[in-house]
């Protein structure tokens, strides 16, 4: 995709489509119903995402760690022709309950060299602080995109704030603002946005999540980095008792209340569109 083709920038008057916003579930089939529940973090992070996403020309994407599928199904909703990787078995299976509910056939494989490229937008949310080589990644999925393809990609932001919940996930690090943008620079990507999305909500949940995860961790022990990784995409004990959260009328506000703010740094996550050069 040209640079001069790419959608500018949003504005506060330019609202997403709200058929797309809060369906995570109760767009499927009572038999398509899985047990993994969406987070408030989770609901306004898929909103940011879906509202970068409104301009971008409908075409081939792949998503990697594509979790429980609730946004590759909204995506698809609007017409991309959607693949997804994934390498938890527990979130493939919630995918393909949920997939087959809704009659979409998608491939959903466990590694990214399993499909057949080019892409012209690749997601990746939540994914990379996963990753210990995360710049070696990054660049083998630019490498899957044509020149002018697009990736969007999300990450917890802050370092400073690494903490129990970033342990009890698998996480490896959180984000700068400009360590994304060298690390988007040096796999070859342009960056063409990058927001500060989350604040106020995400900031007041957590420290809720800290006290919660402190306490799940000193309960397990020692768990293996992999499976601490797979399955902080699909599990969602502490998410279903903040489930009174997750209502429209009471998250509407804060994706509102965000906006203002993407281009600081308040938030708790990272929202990165970058093109390939």
Known sequence: MPLDQLPTPFVPGDPPPGRFLFASRGNLPRK?????????????????????????????????????????DQLMAQGFDASCVETSE????????????????????????????????????????????????????????PQGGLVLLTVPAH?????????????????????????????????????????PLGNLLEPVRSRVYTLRLRREGSIPLAQRTARSGIERGIEAKLAPLCRPWLLLPFCWIQMPFFHTDLGTSYLLVAVRS
């Not at 493939?92 to 979409?104: K, M, Q």
């Not at 690494?162 to 009890?168: A, H, L, R, T």
């Not at 040096?186 to 999305?197: K, T, Y």
């Open 32 to 72: 398509g119903r899985v047990s993994w529940r969406p987070s408030p973090s989770y609901l306004l992070r898929r909103w940011t995402v879906l509202r970068e996403l409104r301009g971008v020309p409908r075409g081939r994407l792949v998503e990697i760690g594509c979790g429980a599928g609730d946004l590759l």
């Open 90 to 145: 527990a979130a493939r299976t919630a995918a393909r309950a949920r997939f087959a509910a809704a009659g979409r056939d998608v491939p959903l494989v466990t590694d990214l060299a399993e499909l057949d490229g080019p892409f012209d937008l690749i997601i990746a949310c939540e994914v990379l602080e996963h990753i210990e080589d995360d710049l070696a990644a990054l660049r083998s999925w630019a490498a899957r995109l």
């Open 159 to 199: 370092p400073d704030r690494f903490g129990p919940s970033d342990v009890w996930a698998g996480h490896f690090r959180r984000y700068r603002r400009s360590d994304l943008e060298c690390l988007a620079r040096e796999a070859g990507l342009f960056v063409n946005r990058l927001l500060c999305f989350g604040f």
